[in-house]
């Protein structure tokens, strides 16, 4: 099986986040559509303490409109490593600092070009006040690895395909 | 703390999903706007069969513009019971059917309202033909537990979420 050449694309709305119309012939000689989700490389990464506390975010998230647990992370910049990025993110979000390397990387959806490269970081330490950005109101939660593995068993933190990813590479799943 | 009170949701786009602007009353009083694509639930399903193989599927998927693997999954219908949808779409899209039960879900995107709900079917076997869509191409690929775990440490399959999550519910990490 072999991708589906693409036709065209044009941007059907612009806003947070750029939404485009890809046009694909299938296999089969006729024409497909899709909107598809214009999105950026994003890292995240599972940082250990020492005393084997992992470092976790807490936030309100508008689109389940919850309050969730979450990886430290956030978008890759331009131009930017993203091992470098998940090591900005993780000392912006939660003021921790440690030895970061790649755990792998995931493609969480089908009709986004969102890739999620995950890290874990280990020999974590507080070496900083968190940056604030009001826009979200992050708090930095510690739990255990234990706790970690009921919490994404139970829907309570939102990067699940990168907790255990990361949790498979550290060899504690 | 608390989830943000909402002040507003305006529709931005319709296309195959709806995107709409979110406002939000922050804690430190202020407004917050974000996009947020409205989505349904989906339900997918890690079905094994009673000699240790796991049913997947292949397909081209336009967001990553890559051949992928994914468990066999889609959308839960208005009024279906999320567990109906899992042995439906596993039976359409591979032709197995086994004993369906849930695993847990995942809230896998902040900016999204959607819900993964993921199942686990033992004993599958194949009672008819897949269905087919002609939007699809889907291939029905047959891998062990231990091919499926190399497979979603390497970027090979989709919902890598929902993948550890039932082989987590299965014992089999």
Known sequence: MQPWPRLGEEVAHHGDR????????????GEAGFDITLHGET???????NDGR????????????RVLLDLPGGFVDDGEDPTAAAAREL????GYAGDVR?????????YSTEVRHIFVATGCRRVEEPSTDVNEDV?????????????????????????????????LL
Do not use: I, K
Request: net charge positive; glycine share 6%.
């Open 43 to 49: 890292a995240s990464v599972l940082a250990l303490t």
């Open 54 to 65: 992992v470092v976790l975010t807490r936030q309100f998230r508008p689109g389940p409109e």
């Open 102 to 110: 790649p755990a792998g990387r995931t493609t969480p959806n089908p």
């Open 91 to 94: 000392r912006e979000e939660t």
């Open 18 to 29: 750029t939404m485009v119309r890809r046009r694909y012939r299938r296999p089969d000689g």
């Open 139 to 171: 708090e930095v939660v510690l739990v255990s690895v234990a706790e970690l593995r009921d919490l994404v068993r139970t829907d309570r933190l939102t990067v699940v395909d990168g907790t255990y990813l990361a949790l498979d590479a550290l060899g």
